[in-house]
T-cell receptor
Framework: GDSVTQMEGPVTLSEEAFLTINCTYTATGYPSLFWYVQYPGEGLQLLLK?????DKGSNKGFEATYRKETTSFHLEKGSVQVSDSAVYFC???????????FGTGTRLKVLA | ETGVTQTPRHLVMGMTNKKSLKCEQHLGHNAMYWYKQSAKKPLELMFVYNFKEQTENNSVPSRFSPECPNSSHLFLHLHTLQPEDSALYLC?????????????FGAGTRLSVL
C-alpha cells in the first residue's frame, strides 16, 4: 500500500544552519505531496505542496522538490531560525481519493 | 486562524464519562475528517465525511461515535474510553472537488483519559 517514510528526529541545529529533512514515499498513481508543520500546542499547518513530478513547493524559505525518479520530497531551508522549531510532517494524497498518508513527523529544534 | 475551530482544547475524562468533541469549519468545504495523533505514531485517520455522509471508518472502536449534522460541523462522541485513547484529536476539512486535496486542520483537542 501507499506509505511515507521520514527521517527520525529529533534534529537539533544552530540558528542559520542548513536544514534537510528527508522524506520518501511509495504510491500507486500520481499522488500530491505535502509538508505540514505543527508548532507546540497547535494543529497542523500546510507549509508547502507539489502536485506533479518536478514541481517545487516553497514557502517561508522552505523548499521541496517532487522527485518521481527517487520517490522523494525532501524539505530544505538554507538558514533556520529559532522560530522554525516545530514538528514537520510529510504527507501524500492518495491518487484519486481525498485520503492522506502521513509520515511519523520529524521534530526540529533550533538553538540560538 | 485556520478556519477550522475545535472545542474544547483540553479535556480530561474518566473511563465511565460521556463527552463530545466539536469541530466547525468556516471555509465552505464539503469534506471533514477526524484524526488521532499519538506520540511517536503517524497520524491515524479515523473518520471521513463527504457531503455529510460517512465515507470512511478506519476500524475505529465503537466507543468513538462521529456525527456530522451539516457540512460545517463535525462531532466526535466519546463514551467508556480507555487510557490508551489519550491523544490529540485533530479535525480537518477540504474541498472534495479541489484536485490538490489540501486539508486544513484545527488546533486539536488534547484528551486525557484517567
Amino acid at each position: 500500500g501507499d506509505s511515507v517514510t521520514q527521517m527520525e528526529g529529533p534534529v537539533t541545529l544552530s540558528e542559520e544552519a542548513f536544514l534537510t529533512i528527508n522524506c520518501t514515499y511509495t504510491a500507486t498513481g500520481y499522488p500530491s505531496l505535502f509538508w505540514y508543520v505543527q508548532y507546540p500546542g497547535e494543529g497542523l499547518q500546510l507549509l508547502l505542496k507539489a502536485t506533479k513530478a518536478d514541481d517545487k513547493g516553497s514557502n517561508k524559505g522552505f523548499e521541496a522538490t517532487y522527485r518521481k525518479e527517487t520517490t522523494s520530497f525532501h524539505l530544505e531551508k538554507g538558514s533556520v531560525q529559532v522560530s522554525d522549531s516545530a514538528v514537520y510532517f510529510c504527507a501524500l494524497s492518495v491518487s484519486g481519493t481525498y485520503k492522506y498518508i502521513f509520515g511519523t513527523g520529524t521534530r526540529l529544534k533550533v538553538l540560538a | 486562524e485556520t478556519g477550522v475551530t475545535q472545542t474544547p482544547r483540553h479535556l480530561v475524562m474518566g473511563m465511565t464519562n460521556k463527552k463530545s468533541l466539536k469541530c466547525e469549519q468556516h471555509l465552505g468545504h464539503n469534506a471533514m475528517y477526524w484524526y488521532k495523533q499519538s506520540a511517536k505514531k503517524p497520524l491515524e485517520l479515523m473518520f471521513v465525511y463527504n457531503f455529510k455522509e460517512q465515507t470512511e471508518n478506519n476500524s475505529v472502536p465503537s466507543r468513538f461515535s462521529p456525527e456530522c449534522p451539516n457540512s460545517s460541523h463535525l462531532f466526535l462522541h466519546l463514551h467508556t474510553l480507555q487510557p490508551e485513547d489519550s491523544a490529540l484529536y485533530l479535525c480537518a476539512s477540504s474541498q472534495v472537488q479541489d484536485l490538490r486535496n489540501i486539508q486544513y486542520f484545527g488546533a486539536g483537542t488534547r484528551l486525557s483519559v484517567l
